[in-house]
């Protein structure tokens, strides 16, 4: 599919024509025969096709661990994800990341188990998470060798064979559920690109996976070593065509034993300020990883706790927890096990939320349901409680005047009716709420920011250099939570703010009132471009807006807009 192009050009569906009167009988037995066989092939690729239909959940060692672990240190988390009932939550798979293995290959090629840390072998492992009623997942990586210098799949350095089959062959017979394949040390050659090299290592691991014909998700990093590039983008055009998630980007803060409490808050805000604008790459099958739920490990509270766990339910994000399970908090359990949070977060729609509204310290989140009801989440960044009042209108509901929700507060449970939803969220915390509009509320319009995402500068909070809000005003700036950021995408191609559209005239970017005039037709693709024409996007040029030639991945033309 060209990476430029938003829509997606799906088969016609097959006619089925009734055998004819003559031979009806042969025909009947061919006819079967030729089911049979299509349902056969169709099933297998169903098999496939139907991997992760719902956000990935489990756990994994690396953000608590990294490589100070033992097979006991696995099963003593698989036993507390039991124990916990997390399991029993859908956290059902137990991944083990990377340090697992010995630098070196044997004399036949086949990867070594450190004896050290698996003196039974990786299989007794497997066998023993297996018999807990829960999913084995393994690390392994693309390159030559894995991020901690340990034997790699992918082809040697300075080229050569891979192992991606032999070692997809070796994880089948263990029985391995899940592979997560990091992006370290992948070889590139002599004038070839970084782009080609991933995907060629990504798509033969997923040719291994395929062959060997055990289902297993398989969990991509490669958009990670492409954040802060132009390849960025591309990259996100290739890898859901190979697994079923990926790692856009920065690794979220492990736990540092010599600070344990030291706080990793700013890195939670950071992950989901680059994967919030994502939305569009993902879709029940394919999803954007924000990386791992440290939610209740040390470094964080509570109340943080509760953020991360509301924001990844909103985007739809795999819930991976990495954290000494057996020391969290009943308090973090009931956080990290809350059914209501949950049922956002594995919605069938798979939908992320769209940005309604941002201010320097608070996200308004709003996120459409599989049956008609809607989610709506308030995250507040400051150290102090703040007071939030959320109008239907402010979500796209035109029948504003008389529109009536009920909205249920998913942390307490308890159920409210009205015109509005009004909330005190506590520093550092979220509030999460189901939403039911009635009848007189109408259908929501596509309502909320148009974000450019040009600049990857971490900050204080970890995004307000990462992404700017257009304004009606007739600037891309600091995002204020004013009215004029507030954005109504039309059915028509039309942006409008305060009553009016987004419009070209005399070659310049303005505000006019809102008509049919093609003027005012904007076409956003799935590289992020708001194109004016065939050959002109919408720029984001210092804190201007500007029309200019459409180019590939460029910082300041790729904007995220409110889903549909």
């Given at each position: 599919m060209d990476p430029d192009n938003a829509s997606e050009i799906r088969p016609s569906e097959a006619m089925i024509v009734g055998p004819s009167r003559r031979r009806r009988f042969l025909q009947a037995e061919l006819v079967t025969l030729f089911v049979g066989t299509l349902f056969t092939i169709l099933a297998s690729a169903q098999t496939t096709e139907r991997l992760a239909l719902k956000p990935p959940t489990g756990w994994n060692d690396w953000a608590h661990y990294q490589c100070d672990f033992t097979a006991d240190d696995i099963l003593a988390n698989a036993q507390a994800l039991v124990k916990t009932g997390l399991a029993?939550?859908?956290?059902?798979?137990?991944?083990?990341d990377d340090c697992w293995m010995q630098k070196d290959r044997d004399a036949s090629g086949n990867l070594q188990v450190d004896p050290k840390r698996f003196p039974q072998g990786m299989k007794a492992v497997a066998d023993a998470i297996h018999g807990l009623g829960l999913k084995f997942g393994i690390y392994e990586d693309a390159g030559y060798l894995t991020c901690g210098g340990f034997a790699g799949s992918g082809e040697s350095k300075g080229g050569g064979k891979d192992h991606f089959l032999q070692d997809a062959k070796l994880f089948a017979s263990w029985g391995v559920d899940y592979l997560k394949l990091d992006g370290c040390n992948v070889y590139v050659p002599t004038g070839g690109t970084q782009d080609a090299a991933y995907?060629?290592?990504?798509?033969?691991?997923?040719?291994?996976?395929?062959?060997?014909?055990?289902p297993?998700?398989?969990s991509e990093s490669a958009p990670a070593y492409f954040q802060g590039t132009r390849g960025w983008y591309d990259v996100l055009t290739w890898v859901g065509g190979y697994g079923q998630l990926w790692r856009e980007g920065t690794d979220i803060d492990v736990f540092d034993p010599k600070k344990p409490d030291a706080s990793r808050f700013n890195s939670i805000l950071w992950n989901y300020a680059y994967n919030l604008p994502l939305g569009r790459w993902q879709k029940p099958g394919n999803w954007n990883d924000a990386d791992f739920i440290i939610a209740g490990d040390r470094g964080t509270t509570l109340s943080e706790s509760r953020t991360q766990v509301a924001l990844w339910a909103m985007m739809s994000a795999p819930l991976i927890l990495s954290s000494d399970l057996g020391k969290l908090d009943p308090r973090a359990i009931a956080i990290l096990s809350n059914e209501a949070v949950l049922a956002i977060d594995q919605d069938p729609l798979g939908e992320s939320a769209t940005l309604v509204s941002r201010t320097p310290t608070i996200d308004i989140l709003f996120k459409r349901l599989k049956n008609g009801d809607y989610a709506v989440a308030i995250s507040n960044r400051s150290t102090n409680t703040a007071q939030v009042d959320v109008h239907p209108s402010d979500l796209g509901f035109s029948g504003s005047d008389g529109c009536q929700v009920e909205f249920e507060n998913l942390w307490s449970g308890n159920r409210q009716s009205g015109a509005s939803i009004h909330a005190d969220v506590e520093?550092?915390?979220a509030a999460i709420?189901?939403?039911h509009a009635g009848s007189s509320c109408g259908a929501p319009t596509r309502t909320g920011t148009i974000i450019l995402t040009a600049n990857e500068q971490k900050h204080e909070f970890g995004f307000e250099?990462?992404?700017r809000c257009l304004s009606s005003q007739g600037t891309a700036g600091a995002c204020t939570g004013s009215s004029s950021e507030t954005w109504v995408v039309g059915d028509d191609g039309t942006l409008g703010?305060?009553?009016?559209?987004?419009?070209?005239?005399?070659a310049k970017v303005i505000m006019q009132p809102c008509s049919a005039s093609t003027g005012q037709h904007w076409t956003w693709t799935r590289a992020g471009q708001l194109r004016h024409g065939p050959h002109q996007c919408l720029t984001g040029a210092g804190s201007g807006l500007t029309l200019q030639s459409c180019g590939h991945n460029l910082a300041d033309q790729i904007w995220s807009l409110p889903n549909r």
């Open positions: 029993s939550h859908g956290y059902n798979t137990v991944t083990i995907r060629k290592a990504y798509s033969a691991q997923a040719a291994a996976l395929k062959e060997v014909g055990r297993v998700v398989f520093g550092h915390d709420w189901r939403v250099g990462y992404t703010s305060r009553g009016s559209c987004l419009a070209v005239a005399d």
